[in-house]
């Protein structure tokens, strides 16, 4: 998801509090339950802003125990609470549900748990859990995110990464006379007193923050392809009625980019449930929800290709690729994160470099350059429910994860070395989770490169390599260093020129050479990695 912005903490990052940690590590009321499938009955109410709903989780005993802890923000009120398991008693602390059961869980067993509830959920700054819209002849026009905040905003669950349901089944009960879009395949539509159903069903695991729905009065398009892989394809793109001619140019590019990535990293992933894309109603935004691409406003918008002559629309490009890292290749932590965002975000440079060359790549590397803080890591704690996502001064997980991928890549100075890897690893964790330490040991062994000081510099330190120098134009002596600590064996390759580099190794001795040219403008990131340039004022030859 490309930067939409969340505010819960105002200005502040937030810390994490012991409830944090309660719902975001391995606690036994976590390991107790190993969900199997989510099967999810919700009525929205556009008039009144409100839901009904009843969720069904299907879970597999994980560990002997009595209580299992599940997501369920405070605002939404349970009308009744069934399972298979006798329940002794639940109670609700903030956004935990603690349910006792009268016997211990049994290992390998299988349960069912029915929740149903109803209520007003909250409007997080109009970036979910619901944003009600309408289009622009008036009709109500509406669609889910949870990302960051958490799907726990609006159904009962368990918000942990690592433990996805094998499928799930998602049944939108409508007033309106309109069309529901969600996830997967719709499997029927049915009228039952005044509403309207719509079921759909994902036949394969689905991060729980991926499931997802959208109403509005929509029309669909098919583009058919051949995958290299696979056969004919279709792609799907449910645009509302009154954008469907800007969305048939518009949904056209998915082709070309759908074709580099299976032969990047290999086949798209879900060729059960389908590859769609679906305008809607989210704020300035869009998101990666499996197999239902929410692509925000962008038609309304008047969307375009992205200037910098990428000459593809870069969103498109980012959300598609999460269907490969983020969906099927899961981070297991929230910590985690970056292997998601820093994966798409780099994959905007690569399909711009893939279809219109190596300037263009370079551009793009250029482009994220501008937008990394370097205030904090950008890999997080694990085992605490922090939200990567949920603050808008702590987005390094997306230029700064695409920028190490591409320091690393310059620094190996061998392309089949560097995809050879990256494929490594979607083939061997897709469908599943990785954490940074698996992603690292898998680019290790297929490198043969010691790049542990490199994962430790870009993804647990604020700062990169910070180079600094001074430049006598008269002399043209060239004096640089590195300015701060980097862990030991850290050696990296800086260039310097417009073409004919000068490979330098930086240490924190300074060290000289001889330019030709008289401008200090010669440090050519964009070809070995990024760092930071500093002047030193004070530098005494
Ligand atoms: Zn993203």
Redo the contacts with the bound molecule.
């Keep these: 998801?490309?930067y939409v912005k969340y505010y819960t903490a105002g200005n502040k990052l937030a810390k994490f509090s012991k409830k944090d940690i309660e719902r975001g590590s391995k606690t036994n009321e976590r390991l107790a339950y190993d969900i199997t499938f989510y099967d999810w009955t919700i009525r929205p109410n556009y008039e009144k802003k409100s839901v009904e709903g009843k969720m069904d989780i299907h879970f597999k005993g994980g560990l002997e125990h009595n209580v299992i802890l599940v997501d369920l923000q405070r605002r939404l009120k349970i009308d009744s609470l069934l399972s298979t398991s006798e329940i002794e008693k639940y109670k609700r602390k903030g956004d935990a549900l603690y349910i006792y059961f009268k016997e211990n869980i049994q290992v390998g067993e299988n349960y069912v748990l029915s929740i149903k509830y109803h209520g007003k959920p909250a409007n997080v700054d109009n970036q979910g859990p619901i944003v009600w819209s309408e289009d622009r002849a008036g009709n109500p026009f509406y669609s889910t995110l949870t990302q960051g905040i958490g799907p726990h905003y609006l159904f009962p669950c368990k918000d942990m990464l690592y433990d996805e349901p094998d499928s799930c089944t998602i049944r939108v009960g409508i007033m309106e006379d309109l069309r529901v879009v969600a996830n997967g395949n719709l499997i029927e539509t049915y009228k039952e007193d005044q509403w309207n159903y719509y079921l759909w069903k994902v036949k394969n695991p689905i991060n729980v923050y991926n499931i997802s729905f959208n109403v509005g009065k929509y029309a669909r398009l098919d583009y058919t392809y051949e995958s290299l892989l696979t056969g004919e394809q279709t792609i799907s793109a449910w645009a509302l009625e009154e954008d469907l001619d800007k969305a048939q140019p518009f949904y056209q590019q998915a082709i070309l980019v759908m074709i580099e990535y299976e032969k990047m990293f290999g086949e798209f992933p879900w060729e059960e449930d389908g590859c769609a894309f679906v305008e809607s109603a989210i704020n300035g935004g869009a998101m990666?929800h499996q197999s239902a691409i929410s692509m925000g406003k962008i038609l309304s918008n008047n969307w375009s290709n992205d200037t910098l002559q990428f000459k593809m629309n870069s969103t498109l490009v980012?959300?598609l690729a999460?269907e490969w890292w983020?969906n099927s290749v899961t981070a297991e932590d929230y910590c985690d994160a970056w292997l998601?965002?820093g994966l798409?975000?780099y994959c905007e440079a690569l399909i711009a470099e893939r279809l219109n060359g190596k300037p263009a790549y370079r551009l793009a590397i250029n482009f994220e350059r501008q937008g990394v803080d370097n205030k904090r890591p950008v890999r997080k704690t694990c085992g605490a429910r922090y939200n990567s996502w949920a603050n808008y001064k702590d987005h390094d997980i997306?230029n700064k994860g695409a920028l190490f991928l591409h320091t690393i890549r310059q620094q190996l100075n061998d392309d089949e070395l560097f995809f050879n890897a990256l494929r490594r690893i979607y083939q061997e964790n897709k469908k599943g989770h990785i954490t940074t330490e698996t992603f690292k040991e898998a680019f290790v062994e297929e490198t043969g490169q010691d790049l542990d000081p490199y994962f430790e510099v870009y993804l647990t330190q604020n700062t990169p390599p910070v180079l600094q120098y001074n430049f006598n134009t008269e002399t043209k002596e060239f004096y640089y260093r590195w300015k701060n600590e980097l862990p030991e064996g850290f050696q990296m390759k800086v260039l310097l020129g417009e073409g004919d580099f000068l490979e330098l190794y930086p240490t924190y001795e300074y060290q000289k050479v001889i330019l030709r040219t008289t401008s200090d403008q010669v440090v050519a990131q964009e070809f070995f990695g990024y760092i930071l340039i500093e002047k030193d004022k004070k530098f005494k030859g």
């Design positions: 998801m490309p990666e980012h959300e999460h983020g998601h965002e798409a975000t997306y």
